[in-house]
């Protein structure tokens, strides 16, 4: 693999979060005052939070991503402390907008589903990297997949938090496919995971609501949207497309957008996108899209180059989480799916999901850096050999 290939990918991460402060310095003012009476407020803790995050990608890019393989009790001792966090959330968490996803730690809150993301892809690395073959038998390819995607799936499926289920259970099929699941099996255990998150969103009056408000209907089946909850959930999309009307080309100017002002809620989090491309016009909308496909066509690219099973096991799932969540959430803005909230990878305020996406990046540049240096050790022994 080409080093100029982990440079373009850093390169990538690097505009990504570049552009991320820009936007997060503009959408994050007007509430900086009127909560703290200090406009930079979240941007200086975002900044703080970077610089752990950064820590945190160096770290695991130095490291040798096999360590994972050749030591499997760190993989369990992770994923033990994952469910166990997870499990904490309901002891010790609070309880905002119906579920309970956080746990307090003094100045800063953790979402424990936000590492969950991270452990499933690698126990599942680690599990069929072992299994070799028998990844096609009932028992190794199904039955133990399932069991660790669902030992971390069920309690966030209780928070009740769907975004990062489906997130997980669709990370967890990615890497049964690069292993060599059978597609019967694979294409079971999706059913199984889509059926128990449809049981329950249907149980769900809520998610019920946000449902019927991205479709029109009301909760009685009506073609208008007139129940309360109905209203609540389709006001944020609403607004989010007031905001991408506003953008044209240019947008409206950095700091100028008006959405931010009390009009769309979490517009420093969920919908940032939305405010950027108010701001900085339909060019910024389609850079980033187009830089988050970068992102992962070159993380496949450094997948595809691993010089084993496992390497590539870790890249593909890394990759696909920080991909699938900024689908889904410049899906969300334009309306293209049902109102959840969901962080923008690099641009959303908060730390957890910060820290998380780089321990991602981290984990893809250990796999792209040490096969290098593999390729670079093998073909010198050939030379010596010679």
Known sequence: MRKSV?????????????????????ASEV???????????FITRQSAYLIAALIVCVITACIDYRIWRDTPILSWLLYGAV???????????RKINGSYRWISLGPVNMQPSEFAKLATVIILAVWLDRA???????????????????????????????????????????????????????????????????YK??????RMARIAAFFGFDSDGGISISST?????????????????NSEIWGVGLMQSLQKHKYLPEHHTDFIFAIGAEELGIIFSIGVMVLFILFFAL?????????????????????????SQAIFNIGVVCEAFPTKGMALPFFSYGGTNLVASFFAVGTILSVGI????EKKRERLRKLLVR
């Not at 609403?238 to 991408?244: D, F, G, M, P, T």
């Open 6 to 26: 982990l440079c373009a990918f850093g390169l990538v991460v690097a505009v990504l979060v570049a552009l991320g402060l820009v936007v997060l310095s503009s």
């Open 83 to 93: 469910i166990i966090l997870l499990i904490s959330v309901f002891i010790f968490g």
């Open 201 to 206: 969103v249907v149980t769900n009056p809520n």
């Open 31 to 41: 509430r900086g005052i009127r909560m703290y009476n200090n406009a930079y407020h």
């Open 229 to 245: 909850a109905a209203k609540n959930a389709a006001y944020q999309s609403n607004q989010a497309l007031v905001a991408l009307k």
């Open 132 to 198: 070799s073959w028998k990844v096609e038998l009932l028992t190794s390819g199904l039955i133990g997949p399932a069991l660790l995607i669902g030992g971390i799936a069920v309690p966030i499926i209780c928070e009740p938090d769907f975004g990062s289920t489906l997130v997980i259970g669709s990370a967890g099929v990615v890497v049964m496919f690069i292993a060599g699941v059978r597609f019967v099996h694979l294409m079971f255990i999706s059913v199984l995971g889509l059926l128990a998150v449809v």
């Open 370 to 373: 040490h096969s290098q240096r």
């Open 299 to 323: 993380s496949l690219y450094i997948a595809h180059s691993s010089t084993d099973r496992f390497g590539k096991f870790l890249a593909y799932g890394m990759a696909f989480i920080i991909f």
